[in-house]
């Protein structure tokens, strides 16, 4: 009950912390057959979220226990929200691991109802542009559902997670499913060699999820690499709305960008990286975004009208929703210390605090008996993603006013280290495949 209640609200705060979510390929999760999800794990639970939001059936997750051990109310909390603790040796020792053979007795029945289960494979949450190790998780909670249901017919599919920064907001989220693997392909296999069959769909998995997360191969890349991808999506212009797609073309076209830097030879990735700081020191002493640099679209006179008249609206829209937004991020930023739980824990707290905040008004409305307050706090949810596109609207634009009113020397240097740095690209990545910068 409260799983369904409180998806329509997670799908709300979804779509305003990500600018962007892209949701393909889900058509391949086969219909009427016990499916686990078997998924990278790049944050605490905003993956969990969005699977659970955007998906039609009803999903269970495997998590990790320690909360359960905490108090009663997260015990609660994980039944009503279908979760199956897993326990970890640090967690409560030997005996709360031997408490996982229920937890994988509870999966076993989930599969059994022909439901749905989500594993994150890699057993363990980073934030970070890379695929970890594939945990055998996964397949030792298949074999042994199929061992004791051997009539079932289990479908892995493997999920992809990847986002621009899960850490900032209205950034971008691409989850991408990949084709379902049949266990009973590997039925024969397990009943002649069980480490050896548990090894290979283990594999396989990690085979299919490499072939769509993001990966960068050398730490020490990291920031470098980080930056392209921004000035990347940054050249591409994203419709605002829908928010929510299906298209797998944006994630595709970036992981194969990063793909093929993988691999480049040290001096010519040297001189990517080179063009690109270069770019983004031209950028940095102009005042503008890598947004600003690669396009003037966001600047004409003719949109201050448009400001102008959307000013009021924008103001009420800020305003009003400010305070438990805002509440959320700087609780989760003073207060949680891990990145990868920090966006997870803003998004539950944003929704708490804007329910108590959204109901403490309307309520207030209704002592006091004032009808157009109570249109206005009712009016707050449309208006507050309205404020949001009206500030990035306001922000594209300043950006490209500020190109507009650079000298003509500043303005050429700045587009000189662009097109050197696109050149350099297409060289690099193989000019037939300059269509995705």
């Known amino acids: 009950m409260l799983y369904k209640i409180t998806k329509p609200l997670a799908k ?35 993956e969990p979220c969005i699977l659970a939001c955007w998906l039609d059936e009803p999903l269970h997750f495997m998590a990790r226990g320690d909360f359960v051990l ?24 030997y005996q709360k691991l031997k408490d996982n053979f229920s937890a994988f ?39 042994g559902s199929l061992e004791k249901h051997p009539e079932l017919d ?16 209205r950034s971008v989220a691409m989850i991408d499913f990949g084709e379902a693997i049949p266990l009973k392909k590997y039925q024969e296999k397990f009943h002649e060699n069980k480490n050896n069959a548990v090894r290979l769909l283990t594999k396989e998995i990690k085979d299919a999820l490499t072939g ?3 990966h960068i191969e050398d730490r020490q890349e990291d920031e470098n690499m980080e930056k392209l991808l921004v000035y990347l999506e ?11 797609e299906k298209e797998e073309k944006v994630l595709k076209e970036k992981k194969e960008i990063i793909d093929k830097l993988n691999v480049l030879d040290k001096e010519q990735k040297n001189l990517v990286f080179q063009k690109l700081n270069l770019l983004d020191s031209y950028c940095e002493k102009s005042g503008v975004s890598f947004l600003g640099a690669v396009s003037e679209r966001g600047f004409s006179y003719y949109t201050i009208r448009i400001f102008i008249w959307l ?43 804007y329910l108590i905040y959204w109901l403490t008004l309307m309520i207030i409305g209704g002592i006091i008996g004032n ?23 306001y922000q594209t634009w300043t950006e490209g006013k500020k190109i507009k009113k650079l000298n003509e020397k500043d303005l050429l240097k700045l587009r000189e280290a662009q097109e050197d740095l696109d050149s350099q690209l297409s060289k690099c990545l193989d000019r037939n495949n300059s269509h995705i910068l």
């Not at 912390?17 to 605490?44: C, E, G």
């Not at 109310?73 to 020792?93: A, E, M, S, T, V």
């Not at 940054?234 to 929510?244: D, F, G, L, S, T």
């Not at 157009?372 to 949001?388: D, R, S």
Request: glycine share 6%.
């Open 311 to 353: 000013f009021p609206v924008f103001v009420f829209g800020y305003l009003g929703n400010f305070l438990p937004i805002w509440g959320a991020g700087f609780i989760s930023k003073k207060y949680i210390k891990d990145i990868t739980f920090r966006a997870s824990t803003s998004i539950v707290l944003g929704i708490i605090l």
């Open 154 to 169: 289990i479908q892995i599919v493997p999920v992809a997670v990847n986002y621009s920064d899960s850490d900032k907001m």
């Open 105 to 143: 007795d509870a999966g076993t029945e989930v599969l059994r109802q022909n439901k749905m289960i989500l594993i994150l494979a890699e057993g363990g949450t980073k934030h970070e542009k890379r695929l970890r190790e594939i945990k055998k998780g996964v397949a030792r909670v298949a074999f």
């Open 212 to 214: 769509r997360v993001i």
């Open 12 to 46: 709300i705060a979804l779509t305003t912390y990500f600018r962007k979510i892209y949701f393909s390929n889900a058509h391949r999760i086969p219909k009427d057959k016990p499916v686990i999800l078997a998924a990278n794990h790049p944050t605490a639970f905003i």
């Open 371 to 393: 009808l157009w307050m109570i249109l206005g706090v009712f009016l707050l949810p449309v208006l507050g993603p309205m404020a949001i596109a009206y500030k990035e609207l």
């Open 70 to 93: 905490r108090s009663a109310f997260f015990r609660k909390l994980y039944d009503l929200y279908h979760i199956i603790p897993i326990y970890r040796i640090q967690d409560g020792g």
């Open 234 to 244: 940054a050249k591409k212009i994203q419709k605002r709305v829908p928010i929510v």
